[in-house]
């Protein structure tokens, strides 16, 4: 008889679930789906040649270094290499500010591990990057949305939150934002309202959470200040990812900021899992270092601005009247809107049916959802994949929002009121 | 003025605290000195030729599966890999039943974050692995110790122990064990109490943690039965890692056993960081299945056979009468019992002076620790170094239990009440 350990799981363990973008993969490993769902750079964006260089010069030097048990911080000569990244966008942090993590989501789950009680109030935009919620729900927090235009966040309406916030003695432990190029989102906080976040963030004494792992790959438009560049106090903590501009595989993200909150997140870490694997790290280090990176980036956004262009000539082409889109200048998604009363999660089994998949936008909410949404993805689809997958989308989204669509909206919209009209100005 | 963190960390980040073991690495890192204090492989054991061999063939992969994004419970090839050589030492898992962890000290990371809520009762070795201090710090067990002699873990008493929890209301919810080669203490569970153990387990419906990271470092006497063999009723957990065998740079471990358990803790590795690096899976699984691994492991444990030789031998010579050690059949550590009353923390700045740094066997205990012992590592310094690392010790240990060691014995028993005296039978 097989053991009966249900009654040995913790509480937290009961309300543990699947983010919805890992269930969407077992649609997108059928064969012959083309995914427009995960947020996978592409296969030929990895700098092969440039890593074959770097695996020959790790496996000559002394001690093996690459090989054996490092610091929990992260690879001093890493540390100090992103300390020299950061400077150039004019983010100032010592190296005793930066740690290195097995990824930008561990960065963010660090974060929640050091600074959220139960109860502790998050705020997010409104969608938001869905990890987020998996990362911190070991901590309970209590999440407040923001909504954003195509200029981002809208800061006049975090500054009236946070005054009401404060007012009934709130004060939200961090503001978590992905400025450039939103996932899911696809829009680019502008250059005034970074300035005002960073000054809302002095004035209410709440922590922003600055989560930039696309900001290299603008292929569109003039690079904009990153918060924590604008940020005088050391309100602002930088994440950031070797995962799109190096390759995913080595697992090797950072943040960077204020060195005590660095510092717990380290002692954190060394519970965790003592340190972040050595062979990414020096990789990573070598990539930075030998000039590898900015010799391969203009190679990584040409390809991702035709993939792009292609996929938004195919959108005009073939969605139907009703649906509209973002125009991402850079990074890897861009976000679709239906009419309000179109839900986009039975379209995915449709979609599917069609060989095409994509992510519904329902769980990037951090409070009540809005299921007229859905996340695209261009940067792993082929060229050749991309025209045929959107032809494919539009045929479903023509059927969902013509005029023989009645079943499957009037289905989607029972939940949930209907929304009011949207203003004209894109929303995300 | 630089903004005043303090106010934002969550309650558990007030307690967390550095392991002794990392604190002792600002010493091993002084010039000059020999550490006998870490816990690192020999970079001689780096298997660096087949790794060349390996890194050639991933950067040719179709693909480049190497370098993407992976499934959360890890590598499908790397899961049947493990599930395959667990079948060699009469393991029977599914793929199901298997997580690719980061490193092992993730996978009690994630045991804890599912299983542990604050107040639950973990049993362990008496001394025991130090990381599960950190590792589970975040779930606030409480810590139920059992004493091991030569044969390791004291079952009888463990039986009595679980009897009279039971009779409590207290069932705890795991037992950790490194039963092979243990670390700190050297010692290896005997077959007869494996077994009783595997028992006891299913008897009181208790899970057992079962981390065997040394399994394959034995170079002397017949390999064990895994505790995980001989349970008929999925109680057993097993823990393992490549980093004492292939590198610890690649940071990849695993966890096996009950698919339920298993699940949830891929679920919760989900929101922790996704997946683990999957260039260190790929490199891991290459490494068992093109059989270098096992083409390897001979050198290896000639060389670790060859250091703990080297380290008895000198301690024959240099260590005074009244201290007594453990001699470890296979692994990386011996333990080392001075007469009760003396505390070895002070002698750390000692041997230090003298160009050799140990581990205060202090943190190892998960209740009241007892201060008389040191952990010496031999896989990591060189064999010229292991003789001189051992008489400098020797000098230290001398004074601190000869005639003249009044002081520093006095100072370091102040604190706590004598001992009882010791059993004759070698204690760890």
């Given at each position: 008889?097989p053991?009966?350990?249900?009654?040995?799981?913790?509480?937290?363990?009961k309300?543990?679930?699947?983010?919805?973008?890992r269930?969407?993969?077992?649609?997108?490993?059928?064969?012959?789906?083309i995914?427009?769902?995960?947020?996978?750079?592409?296969?030929?964006?990895?700098?092969?040649?440039?890593?074959?260089?770097i695996?020959?010069?790790?496996?000559?030097?002394k001690?093996?270094?690459?090989f054996?048990?490092?610091?929990?911080?992260?690879d001093?000569?890493?540390r100090?290499?992103?300390?020299?990244?950061?400077?150039?966008?004019?983010v100032?942090?010592?190296?005793?500010?930066v740690?290195?993590?097995?990824?930008?989501?561990?960065?963010?789950?660090?974060?929640?591990?050091?600074?959220?009680?139960?109860?502790?109030?998050?705020?997010?935009?409104?969608?938001t990057y869905l990890g987020?919620?998996?990362?911190?729900?070991?901590?309970?927090?209590?999440?407040?949305?923001i909504?954003m235009?195509?200029?981002?966040l809208?800061?006049?309406?975090?500054?009236?939150?946070?005054?009401?916030?404060?007012?009934?003695?709130?004060?939200?432990k961090?503001l978590?934002?992905v400025?450039?190029?939103?996932?899911?989102?696809?829009?680019?906080?502008?250059?005034?309202?970074?300035?005002r976040?960073?000054?809302?963030a002095t004035?209410?004494?709440?922590?922003?959470?600055e989560?930039?792992?696309?900001?290299?790959?603008?292929f569109?438009?003039?690079?904009?200040?990153p918060v924590a560049?604008?940020d005088?106090e050391?309100?602002?903590?930088?994440?950031?990812?070797?995962?799109k501009?190096?390759?995913?595989?080595?697992r090797?993200?950072?943040a960077?900021?204020?060195?005590?909150?660095?510092?717990?997140?380290?002692?954190a870490?060394q519970?965790v899992?003592?340190?972040?694997?050595s062979?990414g790290?020096?990789?990573?280090?070598?990539?930075?270092?030998?000039?590898?990176?900015?010799?391969?980036?203009?190679?990584?956004r040409?390809?991702?601005?035709?993939?792009?262009?292609?996929?938004?000539?195919?959108?005009?082409?073939?969605?139907?009247?009703?649906?509209?889109?973002?125009?991402?200048?850079?990074?890897?998604?861009?976000?679709?809107?239906?009419p309000?009363?179109?839900?986009t999660?039975?379209?995915l089994?449709?979609?599917?049916?069609?060989?095409?998949?994509?992510?519904?936008?329902?769980?990037?909410?951090?409070?009540?959802?809005?299921?007229?949404?859905?996340?695209?993805?261009?940067?792993?689809p082929?060229e050749?994949?991309?025209?045929?997958?959107?032809?494919a989308?539009?045929g479903?989204?023509t059927e969902?929002t013509?005029?023989?669509?009645?079943?499957?909206?009037?289905?989607?919209?029972s939940?949930?009121?209907?929304?009011?009209?949207?203003?004209?100005?894109?929303?995300?």
């Amino acid at each position: 008889m097989p053991a009966t350990v249900e009654s040995l799981f913790a509480e937290r363990t009961k309300w543990m679930r699947a983010s919805d973008v890992r269930e969407i993969l077992k649609y997108a490993e059928m064969p012959g789906i083309i995914s427009l769902g995960g947020g996978l750079p592409s296969p030929d964006s990895f700098p092969l040649e440039d890593l074959a260089v770097i695996f020959e010069e790790l496996l000559k030097e002394k001690n093996a270094g690459a090989f054996q048990y490092g610091p929990t911080p992260g690879d001093a000569r890493l540390r100090a290499a992103l300390v020299e990244r950061l400077k150039t966008r004019g983010v100032a942090v010592e190296t005793e500010g930066v740690i290195v993590t097995h990824g930008a989501q561990q960065a963010i789950e660090l974060l929640g591990r050091v600074l959220l009680d139960p109860g502790d109030t998050v705020v997010t935009t409104e969608p938001t990057y869905l990890g987020i919620f998996t990362a911190l729900a070991t901590y309970r927090p209590s999440y407040h949305g923001i909504r954003m235009d195509d200029e981002g966040l809208l800061t006049d309406v975090l500054e009236d939150d946070l005054r009401s916030l404060d007012r009934k003695g709130v004060r939200p432990k961090f503001l978590y934002v992905v400025p450039t190029f939103h996932n899911p989102a696809g829009v680019t906080m502008s250059a005034r309202r970074r300035r005002r976040l960073a000054d809302l963030a002095t004035e209410y004494r709440v922590l922003v959470v600055e989560d930039d792992p696309y900001y290299d790959l603008r292929f569109e438009g003039e690079d904009l200040p990153p918060v924590a560049s604008l940020d005088k106090e050391g309100w602002v903590i930088s994440v950031g990812s070797f995962s799109k501009i190096l390759a995913p595989g080595f697992r090797v993200g950072w943040a960077a900021g204020h060195p005590d909150v660095i510092g717990k997140m380290s002692l954190a870490k060394q519970g965790v899992d003592l340190f972040t694997n050595s062979f990414g790290q020096r990789v990573a280090e070598r990539y930075l270092r030998l000039g590898m990176l900015d010799r391969h980036l203009p190679q990584v956004r040409a390809m991702y601005r035709r993939k792009r262009d292609l996929m938004l000539a195919a959108m005009e082409e073939h969605f139907p009247e009703g649906v509209s889109w973002t125009r991402p200048q850079g990074g890897m998604f861009l976000w679709v809107t239906l009419p309000s009363g179109v839900d986009t999660r039975p379209l995915l089994p449709r979609a599917a049916e069609r060989g095409v998949v994509f992510v519904p936008g329902h769980g990037f909410f951090p409070g009540p959802p809005e299921a007229n949404h859905m996340r695209l993805n261009y940067s792993y689809p082929s060229e050749a994949d991309i025209p045929r997958a959107i032809e494919a989308l539009g045929g479903v989204l023509t059927e969902a929002t013509g005029p023989m669509a009645a079943p499957a909206v009037g289905r989607a919209s029972s939940a949930r009121a209907p929304r009011p009209p949207r203003p004209r100005r894109p929303r995300c």
